[in-house]
């Protein structure tokens, strides 16, 4: 069983920038890819990045592509994303997922567990 905490949310102007931190509790995360997923007000969670437990590749939805970086520290006990030039439409709680198996990296469903969630406003 694996526990995520995720962190670092608030409310911020358009234009501004947030890290969020997604820590598992009493484990490591070097045997899980991680996703960041964005639960709009009134939608499905939607995939927003991910990486890769060996290779560290990473994989962005193309809304977040150039604004949105995925990174975990050298550890690998904890995943951030960092959000740069924030949109109103970025707006919503933010999950943490961790998967130990298959190549699918974009659809809720193939994640495990998830953390919480932390909530991100971005106001115009």
């Known amino acids: 069983q694996v526990q995520l905490v995720e962190s670092g949310g608030g409310l911020v102007q358009a234009g501004g920038s947030l890290r969020l931190s997604c820590a598992a509790s009493?484990?490591?995360?070097?045997?899980?890819?991680m996703g960041w997923f964005l639960q709009a007000p009134g939608k499905d969670r939607e995939f927003v990045a991910a990486i890769r437990r060996s290779s560290g590749n990473t994989y962005y939805d193309d809304s977040v592509k150039g604004r949105f970086t995925i990174s975990r520290d050298n550890a690998k006990t904890s995943v951030y994303l960092q959000m740069n030039s924030l949109k109103p439409e970025d707006t919503g709680v933010y999950y943490c997922?961790?998967?130990?198996?298959?190549?699918?990296?974009?659809?809720?469903?193939?994640?495990?567990?998830w953390g919480q969630g932390t909530q991100v406003t971005v106001s115009s």
């Open positions: 997922a961790a998967k130990s198996q298959g190549v699918l990296i974009s659809g809720a469903y193939v994640y495990e567990y």
């Open positions: 009493g484990r490591t995360l070097s045997g899980y890819d």
